[in-house]
């Protein structure tokens, strides 16, 4: 490739880069806030989110939406809130090993 096409190359990606960047301002100085649905009397409104939906989204709450079984609104430390470990039962001892008799002693 020559040296010439390759400046009429590079000069036309940066011409294609300045027109996007340009229809890109232009879309966000002509946009509006987001909100262009009449409000009352036919005209806008403040800036107010829409309405929420009129019936709930989704299915029966999940098993996991459980309240906690423990609350943090008392001045408490939640390790007092909890009950405490159950401890394991003491091992034996171990008992000394003895000898198995000698069957030639006897």
Do not use: W
Not at 60 to 82: F, T, V
């Amino acid at each position: 490739m020559s040296d010439t096409k390759l400046i009429v190359a590079i000069g036309i990606l940066h011409l294609v880069a300045l027109g996007a960047g340009g229809g890109l301002v232009l879309l966000a100085f002509r946009g509006g806030d987001g909100y262009d649905h009449p409000h009352g009397m036919g005209e806008r409104g403040p800036d107010e989110p829409p309405d929420p939906p009129r019936r709930p989204i989704g299915g029966p709450p999940l098993p996991s939406a459980r309240p906690a079984r423990i609350r943090l609104r008392e001045p408490a430390r939640l390790a007092d809130l909890h009950p405490p470990p159950q401890r394991r039962a003491p091992r034996e001892p171990r008992r000394p090993r003895t000898r198995p008799a000698n069957p030639r002693a006897t």
